[in-house]
Nanobody, 113 residues
Framework: VQLQASGGGLVQPGGSLRLSCATS????????MSWYRQVPGKQRDVVAT???????DYADSVKGRFTISRDNAKKVVYLQMNSLKPEDTAVYYC????????WGQGTLVTVSS
């Protein structure tokens, strides 16, 4: 299984980015999928989760700013990030909510003026 996150980059505070995670997960539709982020020296934290039925859950720090979505036909998970803050700077990864699959390389998001 491969999890390939993309779409990161350098953005100013208040800006937006859309991350994508292309997967090769079999039976993709049965998995709750999540976006995680990690700052060097700290643990990897879950940011957003989307269930197979489409219900969504967010960390308090990103509620109202981030939106997770999925395309089951393409086996892709997205993270729309708006009103970005410097504290959102991290490497972003996707995986199942249960972390069943090998971690991919992630994509770096840097929020800075």
């Amino acid at each position: 299984v491969q999890l390939q996150a993309s779409g990161g980059g350098l953005v100013q505070p208040g800006g937006s980015l859309r991350l994508s995670c292309a997967t090769s997960i079999n039976f993709f539709t049965i998995w709750a999928m999540s976006w995680y982020r990690q700052v060097p020296g700290k643990q990897r934290d879950v940011v957003a989760t989307i269930a197979p039925g489409g219900s969504k859950d967010y960390a308090d720090s990103v509620k109202g700013r981030f939106t997770i979505s999925r395309d089951n036909a393409k086996k892709v998970v997205y993270l729309q990030m708006n009103s970005l803050k410097p504290e959102d700077t991290a490497v972003y990864y996707c995986n199942s909510r249960l972390n069943n699959f090998p971690w991919g390389q992630g994509t770096l998001v840097t929020v800075s003026s």
